[in-house]
């Protein structure tokens, strides 16, 4: 009668439990296709704004902003500023993120500088995006402009030389004097790699399709789809979206397909994918075989368990069970009776021994509670979520941005690029290319928070951006001399870095104009590299970074300071030069 009760109950449960799972079920794997198409918007806005980041910097340069801004003739322009979009990308990592072409152009649409990575007939990059617009899909770019939309365009057009897409990335260049109007705007062509990398990532299956296109444009960038599955779809669902006849794709039934959209929140550009429906049942088929199978099995194990314990195994049971009630309700000197050599003597012994164990622990368990306590309070201190910190800011220099509070909004990005970098500890090494663009967003923020007293120089050879150096390096150097060499100096307050290689060695240094100092002592320290010098006195950043480099290289490397009183300071490292793949090997 027990077994029989027990097989029907268990019976009765795993329907019920099937039908009411099936459709929970099939809305989780709708919700996991929905998530994962959320996490590849997430990853790639996260690119995005990199790009972003990366071309607002030519608002850095205050006399090319000036000039293209004024009634400048083209061809002075032209002249005066031919190199300008080269600098633009070496001088960010640009080129990192797989820049392939970037041109600057009036607010008229004239080209006024050209950077081309490669220029062969394979390779071709128009020298001018409006040469053929419909190849170029350049009409695009001059809508976007002669709109009133200030947020950057994403677009993209096929490149037949290189046979696959280019994604653009197109960001308006405003007055200088008057933020309203426009002076010119940047146009960046990227490759896709990084694209590609980020979007197989997100792909579930070689049945679907996952693809990013801005509505009203055309498809910038789609995953290979090896088994040509649902291809039909596809066109039909991207050319609607082309020409704008759907308005909410954020799950469509396509017959047995199903359509996922998800937009960005900042950008003109949503991600798409078609699956099967099938992919998304398949957890229910599974659900229902492997109750089957798991009733059959539990329909053996109960009988066979039944009849050994009623033959066995009852009476033993009854008395440990007993015991243990007494036990419980308080009675801690009680022991096990039974302790024979069978399964329930066995398990006798073990609470027995468990019982002398307990009374043993419980000195410790007030301490051991204090402890964990302490511990928790303290894990509960350090959960600081740095991407709330980074949204935070993004979302404030966004809201700044269409105030037309454009310091702000730069500010905001600034600090956002200050904590990203700062807070990354996956990666020890960073290019010189890295470190200057984050020394130039901390000297940012320093420009707003004086008030632009301090005069910088830039002398940084080109052959040694791509080399490495430890992560916040030359931060800590520019703060030092901010706060010790000019802070109380009178007049003209300069700091030049400089950075460039000197056989198989490079070189760096932060130079002020400010009072000067005493060196011997402070070189005499960093000679001897005393590790305790870092958790007293002044000039922390220093002897921290000088025992970096001593770590990292040897003792033959590490920091230098010349000073002259009234003069200035400057501060030296001496590194070898190496490159990201050797430091990573």
């Not at 008229?108 to 020298?127: C, G, Q």
């Not at 200088?176 to 426009?182: F, G, Q, T, V």
């Not at 020890?428 to 004086?450: C, G, W």
């Not at 060695?505 to 002592?521: K, P």
């Amino acid at each position: 009668m027990c077994l029989c009760c027990t097989y029907g109950a268990l019976l009765v449960q795993t329907i019920l439990f099937a039908n009411a799972s099936e459709s929970l079920i099939y809305k989780q794997a709708e919700m996991e296709g929905y998530n994962s198409l959320q996490n590849m918007q997430n990853e790639l806005y996260t690119y995005f704004f990199g790009i972003e980041s990366d071309i607002i910097d030519i608002y850095n340069d205050k006399t090319f902003l000036k000039d293209i801004s004024g009634d400048n003739d083209i061809d002075i322009l032209r002249d005066e500023y031919y190199s300008r979009a080269k600098e633009l990308v070496t001088n960010t990592s640009l080129l990192e993120n797989g820049t392939l072409a970037l041109y600057l152009y009036t607010d008229n649409h004239e080209i006024v500088s050209v950077y081309r990575k490669f220029s062969t007939p394979r390779h071709n990059y128009p020298k001018d995006i409006y040469i053929n617009e419909e190849e170029y899909n350049s009409y695009k770019v001059k809508e976007y402009v002669d709109s009133e939309d200030n947020q950057m365009l994403i677009s993209g057009y096929y490149n037949q030389g290189l046979n696959r897409n280019i994604i653009r990335f197109v960001v308006k260049i405003h007055n200088i004097n008057r933020l309203d109007e426009k002076a010119g705007y940047v146009v960046c062509d990227v490759d896709t790699k990084a694209i590609d990398k980020i979007m197989k990532k997100y792909v579930i299956s070689d049945n679907t399709y996952v693809w990013i296109q801005p509505m009203n444009d055309s498809v910038i960038y789609v995953i290979d789809n090896p088994a040509g599955v649902n291809e039909e779809i596809f066109n039909s669902i991207s050319n609607k979206i082309e020409i704008a006849e759907i308005d909410d794709t954020a799950s469509i039934v396509e017959g047995s397909n199903v359509l996922f959209a998800v937009s960005q929140q900042k950008y003109n550009l949503s991600a798409y994918t078609i699956m099967p429906k099938s992919l998304l049942q398949q957890n229910q088929i599974i659900l229902r075989r492997n109750m089957i199978i798991i009733v059959l099995i539990l329909s053996v194990v109960l009988i066979l368990l039944f009849l050994y314990i009623t033959k066995t195994l009852a009476k033993p049971l009854e008395n440990l069970t007993s015991t243990v009630a007494k036990i419980s309700d308080g009675d801690t000197n009680l022991r096990v009776a039974y302790t024979g050599q069978d399964e329930i003597g066995k398990l006798g012994n073990e609470f027995n021994h468990m019982l002398d164990e307990i009374e043993s622990l419980i000195g410790q368990e007030y301490e051991n509670k204090l402890l964990i306590n302490k511990a928790e309070y303290k894990a509960l201190q350090a959960q600081i979520n740095p991407h709330f910190l980074y949204n935070t800011l993004d979302t404030m220099s966004s809201i700044a941005s269409i105030q037309n509070c454009e310091i702000v909004s730069r500010l905001c990005q600034s600090l956002s690029g200050i904590f990203r970098y700062s807070l990354d500890m996956k990666h020890p090494y960073s290019t010189v290319a890295q470190e200057i663009n984050h020394l130039k967003n901390y000297i940012f923020v320093m420009d707003v928070r004086m008030g632009n007293v301090i005069e910088y120089h830039f002398d940084i050879a080109e052959e040694v951006l791509q080399d490495t150096i430890p992560r916040i390096s030359l931060q800590p150097l520019v703060e030092n001399a901010i706060n010790h060499g000019i802070k109380n100096k009178h007049g003209n307050k300069k700091i030049s870095v400089r950075a460039y290689a000197q056989d198989e060695h490079l070189i760096i240094e932060v130079e002020d104009n400010g009072t000067g100092f005493d060196t011997m002592d402070m070189n005499k320290r960093l000679a001897e590299n005393d590790m305790g010098l870092m958790e007293e006195g002044t000039s922390i950043g220093i002897y921290n970074i000088n025992a970096r480099l001593k770590m990292l290289y040897g003792e033959e490397y590490g920091v230098e300071v010349y000073s002259e009183l009234n003069k200035g300071t400057t501060v030296k490292i001496y590194i070898p030069r190496k490159k990201i793949d050797e430091v990573f090997l």
